[in-house]
């Protein structure tokens, strides 16, 4: 499992094995910052194909249309679908 971590900041089990799941499925991370250091609250932006996870739900997070919230931290994962990919059904 890749460790995710954002300037010395770690994220939570939560975000760490949602983003590698993500990243499995063939998102990459495009963005990471830190929202709050104190809080070790992180914002990560993953680009991928969104129809992978249309009705994914994880425990430990709330969804809000494209983004997930860990409910330990609030970090925040936007998901968004790849430019310049065309995807077929």
Known sequence: ????????????????RLVNQLLEKGFVIVE???EDYHFHQLYLKL????TLVDS????GFARVENTFICNCH?????VT?????????
Do not use: H
């Open 56 to 59: 994914y739900s994880v425990d």
């Open 1 to 16: 499992m890749t460790e995710i971590v954002v300037d010395d900041c770690r994220a939570c089990e939560p975000v760490t």
């Open 81 to 89: 679908n790849s430019v310049n990919t065309v995807y077929f059904c």
């Open 47 to 50: 680009q991928g194909n969104l």
């Open 32 to 34: 990471k910052r830190i």
């Open 74 to 78: 609030w970090s925040s994962l936007e």
